[in-house]
């Protein structure tokens, strides 16, 4: 059962919905690279919820590797340009990449980064994500695996975070940009259910 919600904010994802597109997800990504063992890698911090998801419901060997990144912030207009501050463990010359994140916006971040890991010499390179928010996009993406189209607003849970909480609310709710501010305040009675 899921619990009222605060004025301003709807369910966008029930977690049944949720466990079932991951379920697919991870059964596609299984039937495609069937022989092979691809590496998995997350953006720390959002990503890590559905990749451990995603992770388990794979039927292939698999392994993980994380990346921390920060934006440089110079400019009023978001350019994309990352600086690394957690590197891959592992070495990604001919493995088969998937690069699995939480939400995509307008794709200049993933875009920069999905550049970087080019350069290292991957065997193949795909993106797979939770939530596309494509009518953000500004950078053109190939992403491979889909989870779910996101409306604009803004999402809070199953790894998403309003100012580094909430990530572990097992749906994911959407509320306006302007309740951003207020969210830890607004969601912090869905913790309780």
Not at 30 to 35: C, K, L, M, P, Q
Not at 55 to 82: K, Q
Request: hydrophobic residues 45%; contains cysteine; charged residues 25%.
């Amino acid at each position: 059962m899921m619990p009222d919600m605060p004025d301003g904010i709807r369910i966008l994802l029930t977690q049944d919905e949720i466990a079932a597109r991951v379920t697919a997800l991870g059964a596609e990504i299984g039937r495609d690279y069937a022989g092979r063992e691809p590496v998995l890698i997350s953006v720390l911090k959002g990503g890590t919820v559905f990749l451990a998801d995603l992770f388990r419901a794979m039927d292939l060997p698999a392994s993980v590797d994380f990346m921390s990144i920060s934006r440089y912030e110079e400019s009023a207009e978001p350019t994309g340009v990352v600086r690394i501050l957690k590197d891959l463990d592992h070495d990604i010359v001919d493995r088969d990449v998937i690069v699995v994140e939480d939400i995509i916006d307008t794709g200049l971040t993933l875009s920069y980064l999905l550049g970087a890991l080019r350069q290292r010499g991957p065997a193949s390179l795909e993106v797979c994500t939770l939530l596309d928010k494509a009518v953000r996009r500004i950078a053109p993406l190939d992403i491979r695996y889909l989870g779910f189209d996101c409306p604009d607003v803004f999402a809070v849970g199953y790894g998403l975070d309003a100012s580094e909480r909430f990530r572990n609310l097992p749906f994911i709710v959407a509320m306006e940009r302007s309740m951003v501010e207020n969210a830890p305040e607004t969601l912090l009675p869905l913790l309780a259910t």
